[in-house]
């Protein structure tokens, strides 16, 4: 990249002038900054847009993204190679996320974020002395996911913002899965972050621990909400439940009937690995 020629050319000329090139690395520093900026308001405004227009249904994953976490997996932070037919094409997609050898179904702004993770991955292989901006602002738009769609499902924000008739027990065990699929995501970006900071520095990594609370937090809300939309089913069939000869009776056969369907739902969104 042109940030890691232009810091070669400094190192390079410091070598052979043997003096330092404060100036040069000075001017190097501001233009990363610059970029950096951009880059990440680029990214917040799209994944914002995105949130705004999600309709929490789940989306099949692009074999390019698979790949490109498959890399990150492994090691590869470094490794940008185009995709080869043979490895994968935009065309080719699967049902389902994998990840640590665990599948998750995921919406499509899900999917963006992943691919955001991996390009400020890429960023910090670019740009490694602004490893602490990097990693501050990656926490920031993860932080920014978790957080509106929070407001837009369990607060109901969607139904406003999305044109949604009703939040379902669907969308949000599919919220959860999502947010699974981010805490799995989450160790991966920090360890591309941990092996470029100092000593002194690791210290910022509780941002990411900061992160992983709050999302866990989320989904304590979320297994709530399904726990008080089974309640619901509950009370209103069986509040008007009375002991008659026909056995079952009709609110308790309404019961199984709801408790039924909502086991078949959430069961294809929750299957076992």
Not at 130 to 135: A, H, P
Not at 166 to 179: D, M, P
Not at 192 to 203: E, R, T, V
Not at 254 to 265: A, R
């Amino acid at each position: 990249t042109l940030a890691q020629t232009l810091e070669s050319f400094i190192a390079r000329s410091q070598n052979i002038t043997k003096c330092n090139c404060p100036h040069l690395r000075s001017v190097l520093l501001s233009h990363s900054k610059k970029f950096l900026e951009q880059f990440h308001e680029e990214r917040m405004k799209k994944l914002s847009l995105l949130l705004e227009q999600e309709q929490w249904v789940q989306q099949e994953v692009p074999a390019t993204l698979q790949l490109r976490i498959n890399r990150l997996q492994e090691g590869l932070t470094g490794d940008r190679s185009p995709v080869h037919a043979a490895d994968s094409t935009s065309e080719q997609t699967q049902p389902t996320l994998l990840l640590n050898h665990k599948s998750y179904p995921v919406v499509f702004t899900l999917l963006i974020l992943l691919n955001l993770i991996v390009d400020y991955c890429h960023c910090l292989q670019d740009i490694p002395l602004l490893v602490t901006d990097i990693l501050t602002k990656l926490v920031k738009l993860i932080e920014s996911f978790n957080s509106k769609s929070c407001h837009l499902v369990l607060g109901a924000g969607g139904l406003h913002a999305m044109g949604l008739k009703n939040i379902s027990s669907r969308h949000l065990a599919l919220v959860q899965r999502c947010l699974e699929a981010l805490l799995a995501m989450l160790p991966l970006a920090e360890q591309c972050f941990f092996n470029k900071l100092g000593d002194k520095q690791k210290i910022l990594m509780n941002q990411f621990e900061r992160t992983r609370l709050a999302i866990q937090k989320h989904q304590e809300q979320i297994n709530i909400k399904i726990i008080e939309i089974m309640d619901e089913t509950f009370r209103k069939h069986l509040n008007s439940w009375e002991v008659c000869e026909e056995q079952p009776s009709l609110a308790i056969k309404n019961v199984t009937k709801q408790m039924s369907t909502l086991y078949k739902v959430i069961n294809t969104i929750f299957t076992p690995d």
